[in-house]
Every structure is written in C-alpha cells, then in structure tokens.
C-alpha cells in the first residue's frame, strides 16, 4: 500500500541542509496541517565528525523537531554527489512514491558541488519521474545487483506541481521568504539535534565555528530575510515562474 501523497518534499544534499535552509519552513507547514518530508541524498560518512550512524539518530531527532510526517536518506556517495543516469533514476523512484504537490530543492549555484549538482539531481529526477513509459523500478534493478524492490511495484508517474528553490546557502535576492518568526526557536533546535556536528569540540575546530558563533550567524541571516519582508525571522526562496496575482489589494509587503 503506498503511504498519503506528501505536500511538500524538501530534497538536499546533506542531513542538516534542510535544518538550515528551510526547516522553518518546514514546521510552519506542518503545524498548518501538511505532510512534509525531506530527502536526503547521502549519509554523512565523509563528514569530519561523526560516524553515518550518529547522522541518522540525530537526522531522526530533527525530524521529530520539525514534525516532519517522513524522512530518507539515499545511499549516493557522500562529497560525491553525481548527476547520473543511476542517481537521477533513484530520486525519480522517491517523487513517484512519495507524490509531493510541492517539491523544495537547493539553489542551483553554490560553494559546495554537492549542493549544486542535488539541485539539477533533483530537477531532472522530476523530468524523468513524470515519464509514463519508465520503469524506474526495473531500470534500478538492472544496474543495482542489490536493489530489492520487487518490479512489480512501480508507482505511477509524477510530477510535483511547483518546484521552489532554497537560497540560503548563496547569495542571491530571494524571489519570495516565509515568514517563520513563530518558527526560528524550534528550527534552532533541529540544527541543534546534530550534536555530532554543533557541539563544541576538539576534532575540526579549525574549520566549525563554536556554538553560540553558530547561534549569531543564523539568527543574522533570518533577521536579514526577514527585514526584507517587514517581519522578523524569515527563509529565503526562489521561484523560476512569475508570481501570478488575482487581488492587487492582498499582496503583501510594504512598498513605502
Ligand atoms: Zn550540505
């Protein structure tokens, strides 16, 4: 039996992007009643600190946090997230099972490759998943010796209705933010769950800031978006499409 169709996915390269480009997001949504989930593509074995075992517990504890309905992380190498045939075609398999209307994926520049490349993953996983004539299932099961999923159940084609794009991560104007003021406490504590990674220690101190370092810099970057709005904390996205307005007398943020 497949699970409800999720509202709103959200798709990053790493557990813990999610936590700190949209997780506000995320438990705002929730907290109105949809089914959120995120997609992880790797597990976070090449991570300085911390083993792929921790990152699970402490991903599973994040979710928790921001009342997310479903989480997964693929099994892609970590620091080596590839746009191939094989990855594209294991992001499809997850669109046509999880059937998000809405489907947030990161911003298509950045520092690191794997942010970047998640976010053409992400999109042509989409193009592929809403093939009818592909099955992903069967496609998998000839290049994966230990892909088990039986053939038998391939879900229907799909495609999310909206892709946004989260933007934190780079330095580029927001098409639109949330507002997530009501958010921010509890989206800190969610980053907070990677304890393996936040807590102050010894091993990579050279290259990760101290907690309340951590606390400054990501209560500056909401407080930033937020201004933008006229509102306190908020998470910045990028929409490909034009805003569409039906009442000129809703649309919100002061001009003046
Ligand atoms: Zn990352």
Redesign the pocket.
């Known amino acids: 039996m497949s699970p409800a169709p999720l509202d709103i996915l959200a798709l990053?390269?790493?557990r813990?992007?999610v936590e700190q480009t949209c997780g506000g997001t995320l438990l705002k949504m929730a907290q109105r009643g949809y089914r959120t989930g995120i997609l992880d593509l790797t597990r976070g074995e090449m991570g300085t600190r911390g083993s792929a075992e921790e990152r699970a517990r402490e991903a599973a504890e994040a979710a928790r946090i921001l009342c997310v309905s479903w989480r997964h992380a693929l099994d892609i190498a970590d620091g080596r997230v590839e746009n191939t045939w094989e990855n594209r075609l294991k992001v499809a398999r997850v669109i046509r099972e999880q059937r998000p209307r809405v489907l947030i994926l990161p911003y298509w520049k950045g520092r690191?490759p794997?942010?970047y490349t998640a976010s053409v993953l992400g999109y042509e996983a989409c193009f592929l998943a809403g093939l009818a004539k592909l099955n992903v299932n069967l496609i998998l099961s000839t290049l994966q010796a230990s892909f088990s999923q039986a053939i038998a159940g391939e879900n229907p084609p799909h495609r999310p209705f909206k892709i946004i794009y989260a933007t934190l991560y780079y330095d580029v104007r927001p098409t639109f933010v949330v507002d997530i003021t009501d958010q921010f406490e509890m989206r800190f504590q969610a980053l907070m769950a990677y304890r393996s990674q936040f807590t102050d220690q010894e091993a990579g101190s050279e290259i990760f800031p101290a907690q309340a370092e951590i606390r400054s810099r990501i209560e500056a970057m909401a407080r930033f978006y937020g201004m933008m709005a006229g509102v306190t904390y908020a998470e910045p996205f990028l929409q490909k499409e034009v805003g569409l307005v039906d009442d000129l007398t809703a649309i919100p943020v002061k001009s003046i």
Do not use: Y
Request: proline share 0%; aromatic share 0%; charged share 40%.
């Open positions: 990053a390269a790493h813990d992007d690191h794997d942010h």
